[in-house]
């Protein structure tokens, strides 16, 4: 089982920033553009009220745990729910969402503090979210990736177009080479561990990482992992179905973490 990794910041100067891919977090309407129908009450997966309430509950509760002031999303459906999920969270969140159009109509979206941090510019793409926005005197970029591909060509074009912007690439990127681009993987002395987002033939993976600018330092970063995201029997994370079965857990991935300044 992985050591519960602590999120809390090393100093008050550090800012804490988490990426979390929340498991197909849908609302219970059906979509006009793309094919949601299992994700209603009346599709195999009976998708309910109830069900969606427990979701938001169960996701606001991660990230309440966490207690950090930048948490990016990756598996919301569309505003609506992004909207609730800020409700239902203690910390004073603002939120930005970006619809980009993909098959199963899943989005990335960024939960905030305003006073902490400014967005600007957003950046839908194919497989990715860039928000550009100010931290204190920097100019800083989330680039949220759901493919690996995808971040390198991104961080390339940004690297020429925007050199002033200092980095942050949450999400998949296991084949861009973080020196390449002035980036380090934040979570690389974790996966060395052993640790990881997601379990897969009896043994933890890091799918998601956070790769940050050399301009940073970088306090800390890990995988956030508690006993009750993980079923005891398996140790696996729970997810909200196991084989098309309700089990009404938190979600079969784990959020990972970093802390820089």
Known sequence: MQRAAT???????TVGIAFYDVDRLY????ALFYDDEEYT??????????????????TA???????????????????????????????DYSYLHRTLNTLDGLDFALLYYGDLFYPHYAEPGRHYLYIEGTMGRDTVGLVLSADTRMSEWVVRDLRAERPGAKLLVLGRSASLEPARYGLRDATARAARAGRGTVRSRGRWVMRDRILADTAFTVVGGDVFARRYLLDPRSGSPTATYSRRVYTGGYGYSLPVFVHIR
Request: aromatic content about 4%; charged content about 35%; proline content about 7%.
């Open 7 to 13: 999120s809390r910041p090393a100093d008050e100067r």
């Open 61 to 91: 509760a991660v990230i309440d745990s966490m207690a950090l002031p930048v948490v990016a999303l990756r598996g919301v459906e569309n505003e609506r729910v992004v909207r609730d999920l800020a409700a239902a969270c203690r910390g």
């Open 41 to 58: 009450p009346r599709g195999r997966l009976r998708w309910t009220a109830e069900r969606y309430a427990r979701k938001i509950r169960n």
């Open 27 to 30: 609302d219970t309407l059906p």
